[in-house]
């Protein structure tokens, strides 16, 4: 893999004991793939504004292993479409920990889908394509097994986003927060009539992080 030149992004951040042992377990043989994808989101990923340079700390329990757990809700070999994937959270993530799924990256911003190019190129990753589009352009184009989102927008707006690129029978995994559950309840009549059944909150990576991850999980019915 190839340095990033950099005179003014953080230096990457190496991993707690409890992160690097969560990371072995989550990224197995593909753990400096993880590393290398961190070394971009703390590189050029801050450079080009994708992330804070407070986040550097944090990027791998906060971020990237906070995303690649939701994976194990994932059967093998599927087609993932991810959301507004930005800086590849939680799409880069996910594909890194499952070489085994085809990721969709969609993200309509020209210099995020530019840098996704980039680190997809350089860490060498078969199972992702990456899309110019906002979601609404792809349907019809790109449909998943899973369709997962984070930090895009509330449940309200999301719905309208996610559930049409789904597979009949497919699902929705939204990373969320303490607000899912309020979430769920005010979008709870769209999501209906946007053909998806009823919506849980399921938590990924319990055992692995000290804070498993929270995610909705939107059912969408078979055709």
Known sequence: MTE?????ASAPPEPTAEELAAATT??????????????HLATSGIE??????????????????????????????????????GAGLPGLAIAIARPDLHLHLVEPLERRVIWLNEVVDDLA???VSVHRARAEQVVGEVRGDYVTARAVSALTTLAGWTIP?????????AIKGRSAAEEIE???KLIRKLGGGAAEILTAG????EEPTTVVRIPVRAA
Do not use: I, Y
């Open 26 to 39: 989550v990224f197995g043989g593909q753990l400096d793939l993880a590393r290398g994808f961190v070394r």
């Open 206 to 209: 319990a055992g692995v992080l």
């Open 125 to 127: 990753l078969p199972n």
């Open 165 to 173: 690129l789904a597979k009949p029978g497919g699902e929705v995994l």
């Open 48 to 85: 080009r504004g994708l992330l804070g340079p407070r986040e550097v700390p944090r990027l791998w329990g906060r971020h990237v292993l906070n995303c690649a757990v939701v994976s194990e809700l994932m059967r093998r070999d599927a087609t993932v479409v991810d959301v507004g994937s």
């Open 4 to 8: 990033v030149p950099s005179s003014t």
């Open 186 to 188: 005010k979008a709870r």
